[in-house]
């Protein structure tokens, strides 16, 4: 006679039947995917046209985890970028740890110094709310899940940064709500500032040349 199974049982058999396997990031098969990315990230200084004239990120050396998320934002449109909502909509969520873990270890090199110069005095207590989340050199984050900001470029920083500042549109824009508090009532001129001395800090980011044709 068979017994019966308890609604618990049953639950458990669910959740076990539809819970696909969570694999590893795999820097190796990363390295196999990023076709897309190459064109802008692979070219040291290249620039886009959107919204403004900019230096693309460097995402050589940049923690993985944030990778991910920026790569999620942009997908589910919390990041309003029409190029890369596309190339992120059509990546797989192993696709973007992949890639990640790719960007991660490529840039791998000497770790950033423990102490950075002083913030000039008229943006120091500004970038204190920073220091939480990105460390006290701007290298070494909280987790692996925010992002290193110390030697990015500072063009791209200020576009970064003012996107957060931007509410209603369609195709630029950035929702993170912790962010956009910070940057509200910031003025362009202090958000530059902001840009200038995060840009002029040693850190571990960097573009890596890549062949287009590879």
Same mark, same amino acid.
């Given at each position: +006679?068979? *017994? ?17 396997? #969570?694999?590893?990031? $795999?820097?190796? &098969?990363?390295?196999?995917? #990023?076709?897309?990315?190459? @064109? ?20 050589? @050396? ?6 991910? &998320? ?13 190029? +890369? ?5 059509? +990546?797989?969520?192993? $696709? ?6 790719? =960007? /991660?270890?490529? @840039? ?5 110094? &423990? /102490?950075?110069?002083?913030?000039? !005095? ?20 909280? $987790? ?7 030697? *990015?470029?500072?063009? =791209?920083?200020? #576009? &970064?940064?003012?996107? =957060?500042?931007? /509410? ?11 962010? *956009?508090?910070?940057?509200?009532? +910031?003025?362009? !001129? ?6 200038? =001395? ?17």
């Amino acid at each position: +006679m068979r *017994q019966l199974l308890t609604p618990l049982a049953l639950a458990l058999i669910a959740c076990v039947a539809f819970s696909a396997p #969570v694999q590893a990031q $795999d820097a190796a &098969a990363g390295a196999k995917k #990023v076709a897309m990315c190459i @064109g802008c990230h692979g070219i040291p200084e290249y620039r886009a046209s959107f919204p403004e004239v900019h230096r693309v990120p460097k995402i050589s @050396g940049q923690n993985a985890g944030y990778i991910v &998320a920026a790569l999620q934002s942009y997908a589910k449109g919390e990041r309003k970028h029409p190029t +890369m909502r596309g190339i992120a909509g059509s +990546m797989s969520e192993q $696709d973007m740890k992949d890639v990640a873990a790719f =960007y /991660e270890q490529q @840039g791998k090199g000497e770790p950033a110094p &423990a /102490e950075v110069a002083a913030a000039p !005095a008229a943006i120091a207590s500004k970038l204190q709310a920073c220091v939480a989340c990105h460390g006290t050199n701007f290298s070494k984050t909280l $987790d692996g899940n925010h992002p290193k900001l110390a030697g *990015q470029h500072a063009d =791209y920083l200020t #576009v &970064a940064l003012r996107a =957060y500042q931007l /509410e209603g549109k369609s195709t630029v824009g950035r929702g993170n709500a912790i962010m *956009q508090g910070q940057i509200k009532g +910031m003025s362009t !001129a202090e958000i530059k500032q902001i840009a200038a =001395y995060l840009a002029s800090l040693p850190g571990e980011l960097k573009t890596v040349p890549q062949s287009a044709t590879r």
